[in-house]
């Protein structure tokens, strides 16, 4: 997929979006994003992301089981913050299939995933970009303030992924 010049939240999707992250809240809330890829007529083809719908998934982090993975990353990075839902999320593979599954029987297509952080900052930290699909889009809501900003990921090896505009449009789908 190529980066979209900006993303438009069609119908009531942000409105859900935003509900489902902090549904689950002080856990990481997370989903998926279905929709189309478009490119506008008369503006040398930039492509538009058209979110239709909003898959919630489950956060199925598992404190005992990936933790074991995160002790190289907790004592290089000093973290004092124990290891939890609150600071991790892992989308269930098999709701991904489901979603992707569903998406194409209507012609769309999953075109990113979007989690939250309770209590930090919308902006991709380095364990949300080496977990990253990428090149792919990620959304990040901040539970506390309920800021919300959309980032492409071209390389998760790449610590300064780029921010996109995004708009809300209230149509009919």
């Known amino acids: ?23 689950v809240t002080p856990e990481e809330g ?11 007529q008369n503006q040398s083809k930039p492509k538009v992301f058209k979110i239709h719908l909003i898959w919630p998934c489950c956060n199925v982090w598992i404190d005992a089981i990936h933790n074991l993975n995160d002790k190289y990353l907790e004592t290089k990075t000093k973290m004092q913050k124990k290891i939890s839902r609150e ?18 029987s209507k012609q769309l297509i999953i075109l990113g995933a979007a989690h939250s952080h309770p209590l930090s900052s919308p902006i991709p930290s ?33 610590s300064e992924p780029i921010a996109i505009p995004w708009m809300s449009l209230k149509s009919k789908q």
């Not at 942000?14 to 489902?20: F, G, H, K, P, Q």
């Not at 892992?90 to 998406?103: G, N, V």
Request: some cysteine.
């Open 1 to 23: 997929m190529d980066i979209p010049n900006h993303i438009e939240f069609q119908g009531d999707s942000e409105r859900i979006l935003r509900s489902t992250l902090l549904a």
């Open 30 to 40: 997370c989903a998926l994003l279905i929709g189309k890829s478009t490119e506008l």
């Open 87 to 104: 600071n991790r999320f892992l989308l269930d593979p098999y709701e991904q299939l489901s979603a992707q599954k569903w998406a194409r």
């Open 126 to 158: 380095k364990v949300d970009l080496s977990s990253s699909f990428s090149p792919g889009l990620m959304i990040i809501l901040n539970g506390s303030t309920t800021e919300m900003k959309a980032w492409w990921i071209n390389d998760p090896n790449i």
